[in-house]
């Protein structure tokens, strides 16, 4: 062998590498020595941390099942209660691989910044989630009015509350919609008062009208005596009498209560020679003679 050969690598570089090959090993070794405890307790408080936080949700499940919270905000508070948990047990993992604080509380910053800038609508739904939940402007099986659509309520969630029409269509509407739009609530009170107008023509008895009425009113029972009903004359219109009659019925009733009304008043003004009139319009023809 030619030793003198410039592109044979010497004895002495082959040993620097070998050296330089063994000292690396040997930090590496060294540090996996340190470090093994370290992720052997990190593992440990992963493991530990998890099994608590689901022993804990359930216990608080099953604390808040006997109180009169909403059932959603129930399943909001467990798992707002989890994910917190869930955080401090990777913020404790994190710490005991001395992790600086400083870098994790910067970490989850910054994933913090990501997914609010990602899910920026579903945050605001969020959000309204929990005011609706907490503030309770309506609950589950109450008929409303939300964003325009009326119905009844199926479930309120996290995100979407589920609406379900009287056509029987399920309608989800954004709980941050909510949140911004009129909410009416028809069923928060027992009662609620049914508003129904009846014309008549000029030709027939207000009086007699009026009586009719009354005696129909009188002998319903889904019609409560308390408030008093009104019926009266509202407006004297072009074509006929107006005539308003304002009652008070159950929340259950109300629909039952109008068409029943309806059906009735029609049926006795036909009976009594009451004249419910189509619009009309009277013409006055008045006839010159121009002198010649």
């Known amino acids: 062998?030619?030793?003198?050969?410039?592109?044979?690598?010497?004895?002495?570089s082959l040993q620097e590498q070998v050296d330089k090959a063994s000292s690396f090993m040997n930090r590496a070794g060294e540090y996996l020595k340190?470090?093994?405890?370290?992720?052997?307790?990190?593992?440990?408080?992963?493991?530990?941390?998890?099994l608590l936080t689901k022993l804990v949700g359930l216990l608080v499940k099953k604390s808040l099942s006997r109180s009169k919270i909403d059932g959603a905000a129930r399943g909001f508070l467990v798992s707002l209660i989890k994910i917190?948990?869930?955080?401090?047990?990777?913020?404790?993992?994190?710490?005991?691989?001395?992790?600086?604080?400083?870098?994790?509380?910067?970490?989850?910053?910054?994933?913090?910044?990501?997914?609010s800038l990602a899910l920026q609508n579903c945050l605001a739904n969020l959000c309204g989630g929990?005011?609706?939940?907490?503030?309770k402007p309506f609950s589950a099986g109450d008929t409303v009015e939300?964003?325009?659509?009326?119905?009844?309520?199926?479930?309120?969630?996290?995100?979407?509350?589920?609406?379900?029409?009287?056509?029987?269509?399920?309608?989800f509407i954004p709980n941050g919609k909510i949140?911004?739009?009129?909410?009416?609530?028809?069923?928060?009170?027992?009662?609620?008062?049914?508003?129904?107008?009846?014309?008549?023509?000029?030709?027939?008895?207000?009086?007699?009208?009026?009586?009719?009425?009354?005696?129909?009113?009188?002998e319903e029972s889904m019609i409560l005596n308390n408030p008093a009903p009104v019926i009266r004359l509202s407006q004297?219109?072009?074509s006929s009498q107006a005539i308003d009659v304002l009652v008070w019925?159950?929340?259950?009733?109300?629909?039952?209560?109008?068409?029943?009304?309806?059906?009735?008043?029609?049926?006795?003004?036909?009976?009594?020679?009451?004249?419910?009139?189509f619009n009309q319009l009277d013409v006055h023809i008045v006839s010159n003679t121009a002198e010649e």
């Open 1 to 12: 062998m030619n030793t003198n050969d410039p592109t044979m690598p010497s004895v002495e």
């Open 34 to 50: 340190n470090a093994v405890p370290l992720l052997i307790a990190a593992v440990l408080i992963l493991v530990v941390g998890i």
């Open 84 to 115: 917190i948990l869930y955080t401090v047990v990777c913020i404790m993992a994190l710490s005991v691989l001395n992790v600086p604080m400083s870098t994790i509380i910067t970490l989850f910053g910054a994933a913090g910044l990501a997914v």
């Open 130 to 135: 929990f005011i609706l939940l907490f503030s």
């Open 146 to 171: 939300l964003d325009g659509i009326v119905g009844k309520v199926s479930t309120i969630g996290i995100l979407y509350t589920k609406v379900i029409t009287f056509d029987n269509k399920s309608v």
């Open 179 to 218: 949140t911004d739009a009129k909410i009416i609530n028809y069923t928060e009170s027992p009662t609620r008062r049914l508003e129904l107008t009846f014309d008549i023509s000029y030709s027939s008895d207000l009086s007699k009208a009026k009586a009719l009425i009354h005696s129909i009113v009188g």
């Open 236 to 238: 004297c219109r072009e």
């Open 249 to 277: 019925v159950r929340n259950d009733d109300y629909f039952t209560a109008r068409y029943l009304l309806v059906e009735a008043v029609k049926e006795s003004f036909d009976r009594n020679g009451i004249v419910i009139p």
